[in-house]
């Protein structure tokens, strides 16, 4: 890690010069192309993203491609970008106030951390980075005083860099009310020399990093290196050693680089003149070989080269060169041994190297670009173009959404793949779902959240207008709730009386009432209680389906819970109204408001709260992307507080069938999730099925589908869908594992026995008579469940998603004689003198009593 990393903050093109020499520059987003059209070319960098602006991962993917080190990220930003972006590129930007908000997901998905103080505070700092283990710690005061170079030197044993604005710099000397930057760079260095020398290692950046030799440096001569750009040393005959200055063998720094220890340094240099070693060689090690001695040979001949020399011909001749290079890669593809590879790819090197020098290029500038190419974060697909393949290459196999729709008289087919031949790679394709442009969608609602945050239930309303078409004078209805809202046929009623008691009697069973207590020390009492979340706010989605059974299934475990404010929220009809079975279970279930509103401006009106709407602490209900992404926006906004269930995506169902299945009965099944959306995900593990038997339940599923209303949505998931041969119920159940399905339904002999062997499902249908649709409806457990895979992470939602859980302990004076000194130690082992100090001193009353 660098001592410092300046964070350039006004235009001083002599100062990020200077910088450049010795550590990356931080540079804001919205000053990128001015900052670098002044630094010097191979200037590393980190970009500051502006919390005020959204997220936007197109543009930090071009960050990183155009030569970026890393993005300094605000926490706003991180839940969208960490795990879409390479973790050893982001940086997270922190308020020290915040860092209890960062989660293990965030903390495990960036590489560093900035922390913002309002004061150097190395203390602060060194706790903070025991929680960001593995992480690189940067620090930044918000102060307008400079820091000192102690603050630098203290923060570097402590292992953490100091962010310092380069207001805050200059290269002037006698400016006191800023830091020199000489002085900022060797604030850290420490000789282990009695003379106070460093070792310095000066190397040819033009010449691949070659070693020129061994020197020696003392804080003076460092400090005009720095300054000036130019080779001085330390003699330990005669003083300060400015190179060149009588032989004009002088050289550039183009950086400075401080080893683990800041005992020694390495100085990379442009080498003028003779060369660096005093017996005019390019190096005090010896000649060059390999590939600086090509390329300085290469470069004196195009120089010096007599006419008529083979090599003044090749940088004379461009077709010539042309004509080798292409004739060297053929005899380079066509080697065979070892030998024959080596010695062709010389050759070819030789006459590429050749036409770098013709242009001016040289190996520095090319391994620049192969360092500027390992930087990307995007790649190309790599294919050839025609004219170098010698038979039609195969275009790369679209992706599903790219592919053209079959006829709608086509038979409605899945794909298939068997377990058995497909590749590691391949099968990891089976188990990703479709890409979620979540930066994309968070951008897209993110005016809506902010509109109705800022203007309410004006904005709410007009919105409500624009999108579901629905004017309205209020956007909230408040019980009683009007009989006439609730005009439901008798069989809907009943049907939903019936689920409501499954669902709740289910539900009831799981609320934690029963306080838990342990004595963990003799005197020590350990407590855990449960409480209600006060305010929920369930979003009931209302797009190509009416979901009352989602209110039955968010509804009921909120009120068993206790909660004391149930905000039900869903799209109104073109005339206002809510659907009617929505509004009976609403009343069911003992909702407090029903919220006339869906999409993004639903949730925005959830969780900052309205003029009219009560604002919640916790939002549930799945929906669809505008859904998803304003919840996900509004959890990661600390004005909100607001927290929300889990990541929601499209429907999911995984079927694990085996020769007993019901053909009928698995095609049902497989129907029953693919006509929730196109983008439905529908699997079938099918366990050493006959191709006849596969062909049944195929011929099913295109029989039942072409039955179905809603069969144009099936017929487009359906064809995304993928049945997935295994030659065993293990390896069927290892596969289901692996993707972790919202339902898993078991159509095998002996289902119930599988169920130990199942670690990742949101829900599980055991046996033929099971479909997933009671479970959807009235069994009494809860659809709403983890898609995406997130199976592996999250439970579905149950009563104690409702529930918080608080802890308490109560220590006796014998229990706090017994553990009191064990705390006592432990604090003192982290420096928390007043930690142990709250128990000693009760030790001590505690010793004084008669």
Not at 131 to 143: L, R
Not at 831 to 840: E, I, K, M, T, Y
Request: aromatic content about 6%; hydrophobic content about 40%.
């Amino acid at each position: 890690m660098p001592a410092f990393v300046p964070l350039v903050d006004e235009d001083s093109p002599d100062a990020i010069k200077t910088l450049s020499r010795i550590s990356p520059l931080l540079i804001p987003a919205n000053s990128l192309e001015a900052v670098l059209k002044d630094a010097p070319e191979g200037t590393p960098y980190y970009v500051l993203g502006d919390h005020k602006d959204s997220a936007n991962l197109d543009d930090i993917v071009s960050w990183l491609d155009s030569g970026a080190q890393k993005v300094v990220i605000p926490l706003s930003w991180a839940s969208e970008l960490v795990n879409a972006l390479p973790s050893e590129r982001i940086i997270l930007l922190l308020d020290a106030a915040n860092v209890t908000a960062v989660t293990d997901r965030l903390r495990e998905g960036v590489s560093g951390v900035l922390i913002k103080t309002p004061a150097i505070d190395v203390e602060l700092i060194t706790s903070i980075s025991r929680f960001f283990v593995g992480c690189s710690i940067f620090a930044m005061s918000t102060s307008a005083v400079a820091p000192s170079t102690s603050d630098i030197r203290q923060l570097k044993l402590a292992g953490a860099s100091l962010v310092i604005p380069t207001s805050q710099l200059t290269v002037a000397e006698k400016d006191k009310s800023r830091l020199n930057i000489a002085d900022a760079f060797l604030a850290p260095l420490i000789s282990d020399r009695a003379d106070g020398l460093f070792p310095t290692v000066v190397s040819s950046w033009s010449q691949g990093g070659k070693t020129l030799g061994l020197v020696y440096s003392s804080a003076a001569s460092i400090k005009e290196s720095v300054l000036t750009g130019r080779g001085v040393y330390q003699s330990r005959k005669h003083g300060l050693w400015r190179k060149g200055e009588t032989s004009g063998a002088t050289q550039d720094i183009v950086r400075i680089y401080l080893d683990c220890d800041t005992d020694c340094l390495e100085f990379s240099v442009i080498q003028h003149g003779a060369g660096f070693c005093h017996l005019e060689r390019a190096s005090c090690f010896g000649e060059l070989s390999g590939l600086a001695a090509l390329e300085f040979t290469l470069q004196s001949r195009l120089e010096s080269a007599p006419e008529g020399s083979y090599t003044r011909r090749l940088f004379n001749d461009s077709d010539l060169l042309r004509a080798k290079i292409m004739e060297e890669a053929d005899e380079l593809c066509r080697a065979s041994t070892k030998d024959e590879v080596a010695f062709e790819a010389a050759d070819l090197i030789y006459f590429a190297l050749t036409r770098c020098v013709s242009a001016g290029v040289t190996l520095a500038d090319i391994e620049r670009n192969l360092d500027k190419k390992a930087k990307k974060v995007t790649r190309r697909p790599g294919n050839a173009k025609p004219q170098w393949t010698s038979k039609p290459q195969q275009e790369s196999k679209p992706t599903l959404s790219q592919q053209i729709p079959p006829p709608t008289d086509a038979p409605i087919r899945m794909r298939s793949s068997d377990l058995s031949s497909i590749s590691k790679d391949e099968r990891a394709q089976l188990l990703k779902r479709p890409v979620l442009k979540s930066d994309e969608m968070i951008a897209k609602v993110k005016p809506i959240v902010e509109a109705v945050r800022t203007r309410g239930d004006t904005a709410l309303l007009e919105l409500t207008a624009k999108f579901d078409k629905a004017p309205l004078s209020t956007p909230i209805l408040r019980p009683p709730f009007s009989a006439q809202s609730m005009v439901i046929p008798d069989d809907v009623r009943n049907a939903i009386d019936i689920a409501y008691s499954n669902i709740r009697k289910f539900h009831a069973a799981q609320v934690d009432s029963a306080p838990l207590a342990i004595e963990t020390t003799p005197g020590v009492v350990c407590s855990r209680f449960a409480r209600p979340i006060a305010r929920v706010g369930l979003y009931v989605p209302g797009g190509t389906a009416i979901l009352p059974s989602t209110a039955l299934m968010l509804g009921i475990p909120a009120q068993v819970a206790g909660c004391k404010e149930i905000v039900l929220a869903t799209p109104p009809r073109p005339d206002g109204s809510v659907s009617p079975e929505v509004m009976y279970v609403a009343k069911l279930v003992g909702a407090s408001a029903v919220l006339k509103a869906g999409g993004a401006q639903a949730v925005a009106a959830l969780a900052y709260g309205t003029e009219t709407v009560p604002k919640v602490d916790k939002i549930f209900g799945p929906g669809n992307q505008w859904v998803t992404a304003a919840k996900m926006l509004v959890q990661n906004d600390t004005d909100a507080l607001v927290s929300i269930d889990m990541p929601a995506g499209p429907s999911e169902v995984l079927v694990i069938a085996d020769r007993t299945a019901n053909p009928a009965f698995v095609a049902a099944d497989l129907l029953s999730q693919a006509e929730h959306g196109v983008d439905s995900q529908v699997v079938l593990v099918a366990v050493n099925l006959t191709s006849e038997h596969l062909a049944s339940i195929e011929l099913e599923v295109d029989k039942q589908a072409n039955a179905l209303s809603r069969v144009d949505i099936v017929r487009e998931s359906i064809r995304k869908s993928i049945i997935v041969k295994a030659s065993s119920v293990d390896e069927g159940v290892q596969f289901s594992n692996d993707y972790a399905p919202e339902h898993l339904i078991l159509h095998i002999e002996k289902a119930k026995e599988i169920i130990p062997a199942i670690t990742n499902a949101g829900s599980v249908f055991v046996g033929p008579f099971t479909p997933e649709s009671c479970g959807d409806y009235a069994s009494g457990t809860n659809h709403t469940l983890p898609t995406n895979g997130y199976a592996r992470q999250f439970s579905g939602v149950n009563t104690q998603s409702f529930q918080k859980h608080i802890t308490s302990q109560e220590i006796s004076e014998a229990g706090l004689k017994e553990l009191g000194p064990v705390v006592a130690t432990l604090a003192d082992c982290e420096g928390l003198q007043a930690h142990a100090n709250a128990v000693r001193i009760r030790l001590k009353a505690l010793e004084t009593q008669p």
